[in-house]
């Protein structure tokens, strides 16, 4: 009895060090840490990914509207006036840089009220760009109430653009593509922005 005494307090003494230790402490607190840092990190890249995609887009819509609305002749015909919109489009572009435009689509509308009730709001033109639906010429396109007198027209553009998150399979919440839309409305700088050499003429066949 006596020797196993002596053992065990041997032992304990031998085993002191080690149990006062906590060296080991640091790697496993890290260890459990690791992945949580990791998700909040790719987390926050994502987030500042989108809040500055999401800056720039609207930033897009705004410019294309406000170039457009700048234009007092697009061109004599069809064709010259699709060519001036697509070339301002295009230049567009450029301020998604560096993120893909791909995903970019635009529609240019030009909204005018009739000269005799400014709350018959009809399509004189439209233009797609990439895709986005567009509504037809004569098609009634609702504005809010007192933003038109009669007989005046308003450059509307109408966008969306699709956010890809870089680390959908890894970040909580990320569950894949978000449509970011937008809508920006500017009044022409003249009286009007003419399409097609049609003198701004609304001719809806009555």
Known sequence: MVFFSKVTLSSRRALAPLWRRNDGFAAAEFALLAPVLVLMYLGTVEVTRAIHIDRQFTSATALT???????????????????????????????????????????????????????????????SHNGHSAPAKCSSYTLPAGFVDKGESVIVVESSYVFNALFTAVVPGMSGPMTLTDKSTHSPRNSCVDYAGNQCLLDCGG
């Open 65 to 127: 509207a406000d170039l457009v609305a700048r234009e007092e002749e697009l061109g004599e015909t069809q064709a010259e006036s699709d060519a001036t919109l697509e070339g301002i489009l295009n230049s567009i572009e450029h301020t998604m840089s560096p993120y893909d435009t791909t995903d970019l689509k635009l529609a240019i509308i030009s909204v005018k009220a009739s000269s005799d009730d400014e709350t018959d709001t009809k399509v004189e033109w439209s233009y």
